[in-house]
Each structure stands twice: as C-alpha cells, then as structure tokens.
C-alpha cells in the first residue's frame, strides 16, 4: 500500500524567509508519481507540481524548488523568500503507475503561515 | 467552463435523505475522480472513471455511495440514507488520459461541502 506522510503540521515563518516542507513516501512499485498541491484560504487545490520515478533531477519554478531523492524516498519542498501569500496548506501526494491513470493518495497536508 | 466545475457549492439535508453531487470536467478529459475531504486532512480517493467506465471504486466507503458517468462527461456521486459521518468536502477532479498522457495531473474543482444535520 502506498503512504505519503508530512511530519511538520503547521509552519510560522516571517515573509523572505525561505522554509522547507517535507514529504515522505512508501510505495512498493518501482514507477510512480510524485505531486504538490496547494490550498489556500479560499480552498481550492492548485496543482503545483509532478514527477516521475525516474527523473530525480531537482527542478525549480521562480521562488519554488523540489528535491526529489529516491534513496530517502522523500520530496521536499522549499519556497525562497516567502510571501504573504504563499500562506496556504500544501499537500504532497503519491500516484502508482498502473499502466493507466489511478488515484492520488495525499499526505495530511502542511499548514504554512507567512507573516509580513 | 476551463475548469472543473461542481454543483452544488454547499448542500445541507437532514439524516436519511439522498444527495446527489454533480461534476463537469474539463472539456476533453478522459479520466475523472471523487475525493472525499474531511477538516484539516488531505482528500482520500473514492472512485474514479476512464470514459464512462469506472476503473477504480475501492475507495468508497460502502454501499451508500454510488457514482456513474454514463455519457463519459458529467458524474454523479450519489449518496444514499445520508448520515452524519458523510458530512465532508466532496471534490471532484479530471485528468487528460490515458496511455502517454496517463497519470497526468489531477485537476480540482472548488467542491461540494456537504453538511448532514
């Protein structure tokens, strides 16, 4: 069975501080997906970003940055800088490959306060 | 619309009633999903369809639920006999496909809070 866990519940930081969130996995298949979602106070879930298995290279997106490391099965994030509005919960999720699509089993997500 | 649209925005019935939930994906998407979302937890998967035939449904709690598609565009979740435990955040999200496009990112919509009182 898959498993996504994200120890930090909530995080308070002062805006330009840059702040990590984590994202540990368990799964037993040796392709699948990796993602981030963020939901602000509105409430909707905005996908932020997806990887596969096999491409462990770290990517960054303006202020974003993912690492991806399969030997800690871990897929963290870091926010540079942060913003009043990165304030949000963020979920990391894990998808199997089945050959075709399948659900996305989300960790408890992270709370992060950025205060100005 | 250019996103996942869902009806209605808020429901509250009393114990025992049906509900029926509604979903319109993002125009051309083959696969689309039902997620249940409780405060403060991440969403945990109910279903899901590849056109109109539903590939997954493992993750429904039990034979209240129900969800068809049956033109392989809009979905209906279905829950019968509400009870109070049902009370949630019910999303629903799409996907472009299958084979090269499989496991493509899962698109929200803003959800459905159903409230059982």
């Known amino acids: 069975a898959q498993k996504v866990t994200q120890a930090q519940t909530e995080i308070s930081v002062v805006e330009k501080e840059d702040v990590t969130l984590d994202c540990v996995y368990e799964?037993?298949?040796?392709?699948?997906?990796l993602f981030w979602y963020k939901q602000p106070p509105s409430g909707e879930l905005v996908f932020l970003i997806r990887r596969n298995s096999f491409d462990e290279q770290n990517e960054i997106s303006g202020r974003y940055s993912w690492n991806f490391q399969k030997s800690t099965s871990s897929f963290n994030f870091t926010i540079t800088a942060s913003q009043v509005v990165d304030s949000a919960v963020y979920f990391c999720a894990l998808s199997e490959d089945k050959g075709a699509n399948s659900k996305l089993t989300f960790g408890k997500g992270i709370t992060l306060s950025v205060r100005p | 619309g250019a996103g996942v649209s869902q009806s209605p925005r808020y429901k509250v019935t009393k114990r025992g009633q049906d509900v029926a939930l509604r979903c319109d994906p993002i125009s051309g998407h083959v696969s689309l999903y039902w997620y249940r979302q409780a405060l403060g937890q991440g969403p945990e998967f109910l279903t899901y369809?590849?056109?109109?035939?539903?590939?997954?449904k493992s993750g429904l709690p039990n034979d209240r639920f129900s969800a068809e598609r049956p033109e392989g565009s809009i979905s209906t979740l279905t829950i019968q006999r509400t009870e109070q435990r049902d009370s949630a955040m019910y999303r629903c999200?799409?996907?472009?496909?299958?084979?090269?496009?499989?496991?493509?990112?899962?698109?929200f919509g803003d959800g459905t809070r159903l409230s059982i009182l």
């Open positions: 999200a799409s996907s472009l496909g299958q084979g090269d496009y499989s496991n493509q990112p899962q698109h």
């Open positions: 369809f590849n056109y109109e035939a539903q590939q997954d």
């Open positions: 799964t037993r298949d040796t392709t699948y997906y």
